[in-house]
């Protein structure tokens, strides 16, 4: 399956050219002045176009072991493509990302993959006597020796001076 528009190499590094150049005032007019319009959300057209995305991902998540859904070391790269697959299709249709219907979409593939991946709850315990009285004590000794050292060299002032 070919990835979706979104994911050509070429478009994020023409858009930050563009907006580099519109930041340093170089850019053509048709440019400057599309950029200077507000355009609004065509939520419909994103939603028209995100399963796209869901579906590229979904279809590279088939060649990871379910076992290792968990992993993200497994997935990574894939995941990587899904979010700037989600964040091309908002940009293409002139909405913020991420935006609640985004957010949304993304919830449900998180839910679809990755239910199963709570993290344990670790539960702490305090370490063993021994090791505790240590760390207590070490901190009360240096202190304890701290201000005697500070004591000791106030009252020899006039010598060590």
């Known amino acids: 399956m070919e990835a979706p528009g979104c994911c050509r190499r070429h478009l994020p590094v ?27 959300c065509n939520e419909s057209l994103m939603l028209e ?56 979409f993304i919830t449900r593939i998180h839910k679809q993959f990755f239910s199963n991946c709570t993290s344990e709850e670790v539960l702490w315990e305090d370490p063993p006597d021994e090791i505790l009285i240590t760390l207590i004590l070490i901190p009360v000794m240096l202190t304890c020796a701290m201000i005697t050292l500070v004591v000791w060299c106030s009252k020899r002032s006039d010598i060590l001076a």
Request: aromatic content about 14%; proline content about 4%.
């Open 14 to 40: 023409l858009l930050l050219w563009v907006n580099g150049l519109m930041t340093l005032g170089l850019a053509g007019e048709g440019l400057a002045g599309a950029h200077q319009q507000t355009k609004v």
């Open 49 to 104: 176009k995100l399963p796209a995305c869901g579906k590229f991902f979904e279809e590279m998540m088939k060649k990871v072991d379910s076992k290792k859904w968990c992993n993200l070391t497994e997935f990574i790269m894939y995941y990587d493509i899904f979010t700037q697959c989600t964040e091309h299709e908002a940009f293409y249709a002139s909405c913020f990302w991420p935006n609640p219907l985004v957010e949304g």
